[in-house]
């Protein structure tokens, strides 16, 4: 059963996410070390016929989520196109992030100003998260296309700041040798900051180079589990296993301060 928990964070997409962000509920005490971020993702049902349209609406947007990176409005921004469908129905997603709420709205707005919104979003089921994560690493000035892994979880009530504490110091460690070693380019561990979802809600969201890179992962997660064998009992127990989902999207681009 720890194994799995393991396995479900080596395997885990918003932005999203997904190369999403998230955060911490407010009575758990943030991370020192790191500055909380905020990520707003953007969840599209879209017919197959008009992924063309959305996706040629991501393209054309970048020049503009480039320069918000480079002004210091965005820390990351990304998009992607679902690669395991589920019964959502999600076909893709998008997501931006930020220090700040305002950053946030700003950036929205830039885009919005720059571009016309394709036909295929007002027809589009739709679906948005509002993300905080104060514990989260990136390789700095990564871009380019990827994976994005997400793992969603069910805390037991009463468990968030030991599940926090236990990915701190147990799981961060693993993730941060990671991205040094060129597996994985950003993660992060997000809770709702607006809460639209379980108040127990947490996932998991880091993004890969390519798809070798998950068996890079899973290997480096195998050495680390013999290892460090109590791990993942530990942080099952803070957790309703049962619940746990992933989801799985190929980035089509993104990008990072």
């Not at 890079?216 to 791990?231: C, G, H, I, N, S």
């Amino acid at each position: 059963m720890g194994k799995r928990v393991l396995q479900g964070m080596a395997l885990v997409c918003a932005a999203l996410m997904l190369a999403g962000a998230g955060g911490r509920p407010a009575h758990a005490q943030p991370n020192a070390a790191e500055q909380a971020v905020y990520t707003y993702v953007a969840l599209w049902v879209t017919p197959r016929p008009q992924w063309g349209d959305i996706e040629k609406f991501y393209q054309d947007a970048r020049p503009t989520l480039d320069k918000l990176v480079a002004n210091g409005t965005l820390v990351g921004w990304g998009n992607a196109r679902a690669f395991v469908h589920d019964s959502s129905g999600f076909t893709h997603a998008n997501w931006i992030t930020a220090a700040s709420f305002a950053n946030i709205a700003r950036a929205l707005d830039a885009v919005r100003a720059a571009l016309p919104q394709p036909a295929a979003f007002a027809g589009s089921k739709h679906e948005d998260l509002f993300l905080r994560a104060t514990i989260h690493g990136e390789k700095p000035g990564a871009r380019g296309t990827g994976m994005l892994w997400v793992a969603h979880y069910e805390l037991r009530p009463g468990q968030t700041e030991e599940f926090t504490r236990l990915f701190e110091t147990e799981i961060k460690p693993l993730f941060d040798e990671q991205i040094a070693a060129g597996s994985i380019l950003s993660y992060s561990l997000n809770f709702e900051a607006v809460h639209t979802g379980s108040p127990n809600g947490v996932s998991v969201a880091y993004v890969l180079p390519d798809a070798a890179a998950i068996d890079k992962f899973q290997a480096a997660l195998a050495a680390y589990e013999t290892k460090r064998p109590e791990t993942g009992p530990s942080m099952e127990a803070a957790m309703n296993f049962a619940a746990h989902r992933d989801s799985l999207y190929e980035i089509l681009s993104f990008g990072q301060k």
